[in-house]
């Protein structure tokens, strides 16, 4: 694997050292404390970039308020160690606010075995990783498995489950955010239910595309990050959600944020019209879904027949 980064500029390469040393930083206050042994010797074997940044692909579309993310895998040694909340919450918000940092930063957490399991079960996901990976920061030793990729036929016919599941349940999703919104006039309690039905459409969605493409999904309900994953696979869906501007921007942000706020916030606050727009977004992100989806599986059932 790739350990330098000479193929980005000298500015995001300064970004990537800075992410490295805020998840150092920050993991080792998280286990200074200790007792338990798992977590007093706790280490980060493996801090991995990945994604277009990694295949140098990466886009700064600034007119369309396109941009990619960096994208890191930090792989630990105790299954204890990927809860985000205790570990990693003070990272990501300490990268999030770092003026030295301008781009989003988005992170997983695994263990070495459950990344090697994946690889030897041949999950997209983790074969693209370990092909086009790059090591920000490795100890010797935490070797990744061979990945062994799936047959044709095989991944033909998980991808072939994965959409006949998900599909509806985007759709059942969207039937009930219709018949929340017809309800949300004069009523805010039925617009936030909308938007939360909304989120879940275009998690759906997204969760989808990515299981049927890479045989993976985050554990995640972050609508930004799911989307940058998926939008990394297949460009196409970039055009699902109107970025370019201020509004277009807000409306993701609503529909990002109701999964907790349109729940459990007293101020969280949603119009019709953003409700609407927001309802087209998503349809149109279902809609793009499936059309790609039913193309790459027509390509794997090519390969598979051949």
Same mark, same amino acid.
């Given at each position: 694997m790739r350990s330098d980064v000479d193929h980005l500029p000298l500015i995001q390469q300064e970004e990537l050292a800075r992410v490295r040393q805020i998840l150092m930083d920050e993991f080792a206050v998280a286990t200074a404390r200790a007792t338990q042994p798992w977590k007093k010797n706790g280490k980060i074997q493996k801090i991995l970039l990945f994604g277009s940044h990694a295949r140098d692909d990466w886009v700064d579309?600034?007119?369309?308020? /396109?941009?990619?993310?960096?994208?890191?895998?930090?792989?630990?040694?105790?299954?204890?160690?990927?809860?985000?909340?205790?570990?990693?919450?003070?990272?990501?918000?300490?990268?999030?606010?770092?003026?030295?940092?301008?781009?989003?930063?988005?992170?997983?957490?695994?263990?070495?075995?459950?990344?090697?399991?994946?690889?030897?079960?041949?999950?997209?996901?983790?074969?693209?990783?370990?092909?086009?990976?790059?090591?920000?920061?490795?100890?010797?030793?935490?070797?990744?498995?061979?990945?062994?990729?799936?047959?044709?036929?095989?991944? /033909?016919?998980?991808?072939?489950?994965?959409?006949?599941?998900?599909?509806?349940?985007?759709?059942?999703?969207?039937?009930?955010?219709?018949?929340?919104?017809?309800?949300?006039?004069?009523?805010?309690?039925?617009?936030?239910?909308?938007?939360?039905?909304?989120?879940?459409?275009?998690?759906?969605? /997204?969760?989808? /595309?990515?299981?049927?493409?890479?045989?993976?999904?985050?554990r995640s309900h972050n609508l930004k990050f799911l989307r940058s994953l998926a939008e990394d696979k297949e460009p196409r869906l970039v055009d699902s959600w109107p970025r370019a501007t201020k509004l277009d921007r807000r409306r993701f942000e609503l529909a990002k944020r109701a999964y907790v706020e349109a729940r459990y916030s007293a101020s969280y606050e949603v119009g019709g019209d953003d409700l609407q727009a927001i309802t087209d977004a998503v349809r149109n992100l279902r809609n793009t879904v499936e059309a790609v989806s039913r193309e790459w599986l027509d390509g794997l059932r090519e390969k598979a027949s051949a």
């Open positions: 579309a600034p007119e369309t308020g /396109y941009t990619s993310d960096f994208d890191i895998l930090i792989i630990v040694s105790h299954k204890d160690l990927t809860d985000v909340a205790e570990y990693w919450y003070v990272a990501e918000d300490k990268i999030q606010r770092n003026a030295g940092i301008a781009r989003p930063v988005n992170l997983i957490v695994h263990t070495l075995e459950e990344v090697n399991q994946g690889l030897t079960r041949g999950e997209y996901f983790w074969v693209d990783i370990a092909r086009d990976g790059i090591a920000l920061y490795e100890l010797p030793g935490a070797e990744l498995a061979t990945p062994r990729p799936l047959t044709a036929a095989d991944a /033909y016919e998980m991808a072939s489950d994965y959409l006949a599941e998900w599909l509806p349940s985007i759709d059942r999703a969207l039937t009930t955010a219709s018949i929340q919104l017809a309800q949300g006039e004069n009523d805010l309690g039925w617009r936030k239910d909308t938007a939360f039905t909304l989120h879940q459409a275009a998690e759906r969605a /997204y969760t989808c /595309y990515l299981l049927l493409r890479c045989h993976h999904v985050p």
